[in-house]
Antibody, heavy 124, light 107 residues
Framework: EVQLVESGGGLVQPGGSLRLSCAAS????????IDWVRQAPGKGLEWVGR??????????EYAASVNGRFTISRDDSKNSLYLQMNSLKTEDTAVYYC???????????????WGQGTLVTVSS | DIQMTQSPSSLSASVGDRVTITCRAS??????LAWYQQKPEKAPKSLIY???SLQSGVPSRFSGSGSGTDFTLTISSLQPEDFATYYC?????????FGGGTKVEIK
């Protein structure tokens, strides 16, 4: 059974840092791209960024709103994805989900499984 | 960035009704479109990819269509468990973008 479990959320002051984790199981983690998507309270879904797999050199893509402040990394030996969030702003307050990608170059990469999310609150 | 516009933003329907939600992309995305269902306080669930392909385990009452800029999600006979918010998403180019959501409520 595919499972994605996020952790690391909590309350942090503006300007602070936080590191989220996404622990995966039930599939070959190293084969897959994995994304972060967030949802501010009462709002819609917003893509945060993507980690490509080993075959694609673990490169990452980011939304403009987090580029330069957030960093996605992964440890395939631990089946885990990370989101290092620095210089946090109040507008980063959201539930953060990780999502597994499937697909390929010819069909595109889309989400099939999502984690349950972890809440990040940025407030003084 | 590609803007995704969903309509309506909300609708009221009865069990058994046929429901259609539309999604328009600000530029052509071929069929690189997905649909997700989200219930309150829950993670999104993947329904459809490639505009019309059902994810494994998704009931056949859900269907998707469209290509280019105009897409639809149809629920052929609304069931009690289908009351939720639905989002479209393009994965044609970065940044990946979502529609604003359509909340399907009980009439």
């Amino acid at each position: 059974e595919v499972q994605l479990v996020e952790s690391g959320g909590g309350l942090v002051q503006p300007g602070g840092s936080l590191r989220l984790s996404c622990a995966a199981s039930g599939f070959t983690f190293s084969d897959h791209y994995i994304d972060w998507v967030r949802q501010a309270p009462g709002k819609g879904l917003e893509w945060v960024g993507r980690s490509r797999n080993k075959a694609n050199s673990y490169t990452a893509e980011y939304a403009a709103s987090v580029n330069g402040r957030f960093t996605i990394s992964r440890d395939d030996s631990k089946n885990s994805l990370y989101l290092q969030m620095n210089s946090l702003k109040t507008e980063d307050t959201a539930v953060y989900y990780c999502a597994r990608d499937v697909g390929g170059r010819s069909s595109g990469y889309y989400f099939d499984y999502w984690g349950q999310g972890t809440l990040v609150t940025v407030s003084s | 960035d590609i803007q995704m516009t969903q309509s309506p933003s909300s609708l009221s329907a009865s069990v058994g009704d046929r429901v259609t939600i539309t999604c328009r992309a600000s530029q052509g995305i071929s069929t690189w479109l997905a649909w997700y269902q989200q219930k309150p306080e829950k993670a999104p669930k993947s329904l459809i990819y490639a505009a019309s392909s059902l994810q494994s385990g998704v009931p056949s009452r859900f269907s998707g269509s469209g290509s280019g800029t105009d897409f639809t999600l149809t629920i052929s006979s609304l069931q009690p468990e289908d009351f939720a918010t639905y989002y479209c998403q393009q994965y044609f180019s970065y940044p990946l973008t979502f529609g604003g959501g359509t909340k399907v409520e009980i009439k």
